[in-house]
């Protein structure tokens, strides 16, 4: 039997009522920076997702314990989701699906042409995920993935849709959890309690459930929701959506949990690191990824990990940190799967993808 969840064990009859699957490998270990914090002069922490699942990590997997768990209590063989090509989202849902012995169909849109895109979709392959690719528009999107929703429906029972990035309330409890999580670390004085988190905000299920769930578990922090993707999926709108839509579903499961109010003193999306646009690496996020794998031998990404830790050494350098303690959340996978796709050939992936292995990876990437 493996260790009962912190949200679980702080809500015993949570863990009745809403359905979940053990194999994110959790707690993630959180430690001090020691490099960093010399270099930026401020005390800085990390919280290491990276390796929470056997054969692939990052902030994902988190979700997709709460995700998946729910379409295998619903009986659905089929699971449908969205993202960029290279998404790491639907990557972790094809792999998390599969040992779950679920089909996983992914429904991606055109990114910046980078190694770790190359990476991903061979690893998909070996996952044995259907892959769609098709132009950037939501709205034919939407209308693409619900046509194909319904042609499924009538093949092998309806799929169980997962919106992109996992951030619907029950894969946001994944970060409500992770708050619980980082209380019982601090209190087992593992870490000190942060001022503020700093975390990439893609579709924002990562941020909003921090933020839930610290208010929920009484930790004063600060919530830095650090902008990598434009306008749609990161905004205060949607933040506040999710925020209530998560707070809903956990009242209506536990009443004692409260319904809140969204905490605005509490919560900053931050903007200036995103660069042109999502996926595409900037110098000060290259810097930033080059800065942690030499001086803490953290390895980062450049679509979300490296502008979100630029944020932080940036604020760090400008004095913002000076006296406070700052942890920052490695959203980014570190399993190693090289093997897995050694003998894998691209021409193997629909014809609309071979343009990312035929094509240069951008400037910032070679
Ligand atoms: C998806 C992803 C994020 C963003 O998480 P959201 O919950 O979608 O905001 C951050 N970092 C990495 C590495 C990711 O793959």
């Known amino acids: 039997m493996p260790e009962l969840l912190p949200l679980f064990r702080a809500y015993p009859r949570l863990a009745e009522k809403i359905p979940y699957e ?30 929470i699942g056997a054969r692939y990590g990052g902030n994902k997997v988190r979700k997709l314990g709460f995700l998946l768990a729910s379409a295998r209590k619903d009986g659905v063989d089929t699971v449908l989701t969205f993202g960029a090509a290279g998404s ?26 980078a190694h ?30 619900l046509v194909f929703a319904g042609r499924a429906a009538r093949m092998a029972g309806f799929p169980r849709v997962i919106p992109t990035g996992g951030s619907s309330p029950v894969g946001i409890l994944g970060f409500v959890n992770a708050a619980f999580e980082l209380r019982d670390q601090v209190e087992a004085a ?73 905490p605005e003193e509490r919560f900053t999306i931050r903007e200036g690191f995103l660069g042109p646009q999502y996926a595409l690496y900037t ?3 290259m810097a930033a990824v080059r800065l942690a ?22 604020d760090a350098r400008t004095g913002k940190l000076a006296g406070k303690r700052a942890l920052f959340w490695n959203t980014y996978n570190s399993v190693d799967f090289a093997d897995e796709i050694a003998d894998l050939n691209y021409h193997n992936l629909p014809e609309a993808f071979h343009r990312y292995f035929e094509e240069e990876v951008q400037p910032l990437d070679r």
Request: net charge negative.
């Open 283 to 285: 110098e000060e996020g």
């Open 190 to 262: 593992i870490v000190p309690l942060p001022d503020a988190i700093y975390v990439a905000s893609g579709t924002m299920g990562s941020a909003i459930g921090l933020l839930l769930g610290t208010q929920l578990a009484g930790l004063r922090i600060r919530i830095e929701s650090v902008r990598v993707t434009a306008g749609k999926f990161t905004s205060m709108e949607r933040g506040r959506q999710l925020f209530a839509g998560t707070n809903q579903l956990l009242h209506e499961a536990e009443p004692d949990i409260p319904l809140l109010q969204f």
């Open 22 to 51: 053990s194999f994110p490998m959790l707690p993630s270990p959180a430690h001090r920076l020691n490099g960093l914090s010399s270099e930026a002069a401020a005390e800085l922490y990390i919280k290491c997702d990276d390796a």
């Open 88 to 113: 790491n989202h639907a990557l972790a849902t094809a792999i998390y699906a599969r040992e779950m012995g679920l089909r996983s169909i992914s429904m991606m849109v055109p990114q910046p042409v």
């Open 116 to 145: 770790s895109v190359r990476k991903n979709l061979l690893r998909g392959l070996a996952a044995g995920v259907e892959f769609h690719h098709y132009g950037g528009l939501s709205a034919v999107a939407m209308g693409t993935a």
């Open 293 to 314: 794998k030499a001086l803490d031998h953290v390895t980062l990404e450049g679509t979300y990990t490296g502008k979100a830790m630029a944020c932080l050494l940036d």
